[in-house]
């Protein structure tokens, strides 16, 4: 993907004419942003999403858009198998992996779907993926996803100043897949 025609195409929003993980990247750079490194916030230094704590070993501070190109296609889309997936599913999959982790993101579309909880994409997450109407899957899904906040902000009360906002991302990310095709 040519790094100039992505920020062209998020700048404009042109989402029709995108590849699909570049649909899904634009939604998820808009909502990470760039440089941050918000009290709190346990993924301590972050630079378009791709944080201290995930990549300890990363120079989050000269981390280029291209690199985290590169790390959000082999690290969170490639490895939540959102390439299988439908195109709607596969950018909300993609979102919350980026937020709370690929093996997380994929356990909670499993218990969604109501297959083995395991974290790994295959024939039956697959299978019971095609069973559902798409709409009524991604809408059960991020409402999965907003539980999972839920839950993680009472297991961590640190962490409840950024609820709001992770619940904002999510109603976003509901209009943003109403306008995906």
């Known amino acids: ?17 995108m590849t699909d993980i570049e649909k899904a990247m ?10 941050a490194n918000v009290k709190g916030d346990r993924g301590g ?16 501070l000269h981390l280029t858009l291209e690199d985290a190109v590169t790390i959000f296609t082999s690290d969170y889309w490639l490895r939540a198998s959102c390439d299988k997936l439908p195109l709607r599913l596969a950018v909300a999959v993609f979102d919350f992996s980026v937020h ?9 579309l499993q ?3 109501g297959t083995t909880v395991d974290g790994l994409v295959g024939q039956e997450t697959l299978g019971k993926v095609n069973q559902w109407k798409e ?7 991020l409402t ?28 976003e990310l509901r209009a943003y897949l109403m306008e995906v095709q």
């Open 1 to 17: 993907m040519e790094l100039k025609k992505l920020l062209l195409l998020i700048l404009i929003g042109m989402v029709f004419i």
């Open 26 to 35: 634009a939604f998820t750079f808009k909502e990470e942003g760039g440089l």
């Open 45 to 60: 230094l972050t630079k378009y999403g791709i944080s201290k704590r995930a990549y300890p070993d990363l120079d989050i």
């Open 100 to 108: 709370s982790g690929p093996t997380t993101a994929v356990k909670e």
């Open 111 to 113: 218990k969604v779907l």
């Open 135 to 141: 709409d009524d899957l991604i809408n059960q899904y």
């Open 144 to 171: 999965e996803r907003i539980m999972f906040l839920g839950d993680l902000t009472r297991k961590d009360p640190s962490q409840e100043k950024f609820r709001k906002g992770w619940i904002k991302r999510v109603v």
